[in-house]
């Protein structure tokens, strides 16, 4: 049997995934995992359709407070809090896609940003999200009620194939004539909508599906730190979300993970530097804006493409 | 004590004019973000950045120069304005070509960079700024105590907003200005610099901010966290206004500020999330805000 280059490629990267927990500390890359399908699920807007939400981190850390509540509060099973979390986002993506696609453009992005600053207030207000502390001490407990979830390697596991089935699921959505017809509306949209198309209905669908597997990477991370904070539904986590996608790459398949590798990575070796952080995150903004709209894997992709891999 | 609906009369105008304090900053920050986005297109993410300067440039003057409010008031937003055209000719106007998303992405990241920067050099802890001798004390209105320093921020708005909208609506620069907001490449070709127009807009909108920043110095804390947080509700008013007029900007930054102030009287809980619910039912019935024109 003759394997394309593409499926090398990819049962590579698939390796490095597995072998790479017996190298590296399994909960910095499970980390980087969340946040690279949150940053894929978000391209699925930014890259496909051509809407900035600077508020997803509505959905990503809702969908955290959610599944971590479920967990603690009602003893529910891992996958049943996960469930209840995705639920959540995709509720709320309903809702704030529903009023958001009314406006285009910079307004699109304005509004996401209003209305996730608004749940940011609720989750500070609200009983169950313990305001300032959070819910600590959130169980993982058994998976399907047979794999034990604070075994590392098993939560890493269950991480990376949420992961890939995450990728794999947007993978599928823009190579499908649905995401056919949201490149169209980000390339034109009046041609769109003359050719008939109800364009606010696939954007809504797009809205809803990124909010809710951004909400599944929410929820994923809430069970691997034990911890669902106000950090995940600030502002600053919706424009670091934008940052990795920006920096890894809009509209490929690989970009927003490697973006959000980046960013994990300058995170977790400046975080005794205090403003460093935030002071580079923006400074990297810039330059990206400014000299490297394609982001690394964008630039990278004619390369790629010379020796028939997609990336 | 007399009471309105069983609320103290004194505790119900402290609030109100509490909320035209908030609404005299929301407005005159959308009308900066509202001028520069007319002619621009850019939606001026670092605008709180911005005011944040403001108020950092009168404490630096202060303890540096031993300039007080008054020099203050004149000089921090000019040397908001500096910066704020050199951000201009240097990193924004290289953009212009591209899709005004850029424009949101750079100031964001500039933001993030600015608030970072001054987070780095003074900590998060804020920084205590007196208000001007000339401008303690209170005022006996009889029914009500008013701060002084209140009146003044709330009149000092009024003022800047007034003959900005004067400005741009009966003088030869702001017709100018109209006719580049409506059409910046037949201006050009009647010999009018406009790229020069843009930068001095921009410079223009963040003066605005600078200057609200130095007069909320006295009043919050000079802090560098104190724009961003502010930035987005003034976002969401400039969602509800629309983009469409200055005026409309500024009527909504005031509206907003004395609604936020009397649901404190009210309803308290909802105090931080009341413009943000206002804005959803804005979209909902008025999808280009209550004085845009859709575009």
Not at chain 1, 296 to 301: A, R
Not at chain 2, 36 to 42: A, E, Y
Not at chain 2, 97 to 115: M, Q, R, S
Request: aromatic share 12%; proline share 4%; glycine share 12%.
């Amino acid at each position: 049997m003759q394997l394309s280059r593409q499926t090398l490629f990819t049962l590579a990267l698939l390796l490095i995934g597995l072998v790479l927990p017996h190298f590296v500390y399994p909960v910095f890359l499970m980390k980087g995992l969340c946040f690279a399908l949150f940053a894929s699920a978000f391209d699925l807007l930014l890259g496909h359709v051509g809407l900035l939400s600077f508020g997803h981190a509505m959905f990503f850390g809702f969908a955290g407070y959610v599944t971590a509540h479920a967990a603690r509060e009602w003893a529910l099973s891992p996958e049943l809090s996960i469930l209840l979390g995705v639920l959540t986002a995709t509720l709320l993506g309903l809702v704030t896609g529903w009023l958001a696609i009314r406006r285009q453009g910079i307004y699109f992005a304005m509004v996401t940003l209003a209305l996730a600053q608004m749940m940011y207030f609720v989750a500070v207000e609200a009983p169950f999200t313990h305001g300032e502390d959070g819910i600590q001490g959130v169980p993982r407990g058994l998976l399907f009620g047979l794999i034990p979830l604070n075994d590392p390697l098993a939560i890493y596991y269950t991480v990376l194939a949420i992961f890939v089935l995450g990728l794999a699921l947007i993978h599928r959505v823009v190579q499908s004539p649905f995401g056919q017809v949201l490149k169209a509306i980000r390339d034109n949209e009046p041609r769109a909508i003359s050719l008939g198309y109800r364009v606010d209905q696939y954007k809504l669908l797009a809205f809803v599906l990124s909010a809710g597997i951004s909400g599944l990477a929410g929820s994923v991370k809430a069970l691997v730190f034990q911890l669902a904070s106000l950090t995940d539904v600030h502002w600053h986590a919706s424009g670091e979300v934008v940052l990795m996608t920006l920096l890894g790459g809009g509209g490929t398949l690989f970009g927003p993970t490697l973006g959000a590798f980046v960013v994990v990575i300058i995170q977790n070796s400046l975080a005794e530097a205090g403003s460093w952080v935030t002071i580079i995150q923006g400074a990297i903004f810039v330059l990206c804006v400014l000299a490297f709209r394609r982001g690394i894997v964008g630039t990278l992709s004619p390369w790629f493409a010379k020796i028939g891999i997609k990336v | 004590m007399p009471t309105v609906f069983g609320i103290p009369m004194a505790a119900l105008f402290g609030q109100v004019v509490l909320g035209c304090v908030n609404g005299a900053f929301y407005a005159l920050l959308s009308l900066g973000l509202a001028l520069i986005f007319g002619l621009l297109n850019v939606i001026n993410f670092a605008h709180g950045a911005l005011y944040m300067m403001g108020a950092f440039a009168a404490w630096l003057l202060l303890g540096y120069a031993g300039i007080g409010y008054w020099g203050s008031l004149i000089l921090a937003p000019l040397i908001v304005a500096l910066i704020a055209g050199l951000i201009e000719r240097l990193l924004l106007s290289h953009l212009y070509k591209l899709d005004h998303l850029y424009g949101l992405l750079l100031t964001f990241g500039l933001a993030l960079l600015l608030e970072g920067l001054f987070r780095q050099q003074f900590g998060v802890s804020g920084l205590p700024y007196a208000v001007p001798p000339e401008l303690q004390g209170v005022w006996n209105l009889g029914f009500m105590i008013l701060p002084i320093y209140r009146g003044w921020v709330v009149a000092v708005s009024v003022v800047v907003c007034v003959s900005i909208w004067a400005l741009i609506e009966k003088t030869k620069l702001g017709a100018i200005l109209r006719a580049a907001t409506e059409n910046p490449t037949l201006l050009a070709a009647f010999g009018v610099n406009v790229p020069l127009l843009m930068t001095a807009t921009f410079c223009l909108g963040a003066a605005l901010a600078g200057l609200s920043g130095v007069l909320a110095a006295p009043i919050y804390s000079v802090n560098p966290l104190m724009g961003s947080n502010l930035i987005i509700v003034v976002f969401a008013v400039v969602v509800i206004g629309g983009m469409g007029s200055i005026m409309g900007a500024v009527v909504t930054g005031f509206a907003l500020g004395l609604i936020e102030g009397l649901c404190k009287v009210f309803v308290p809980q909802v105090t931080a999330t009341a413009v943000f619910v206002i804005m959803a039912i804005v979209l909902l019935v008025r999808p280009a805000g209550l004085f845009g024109k859709r575009r």
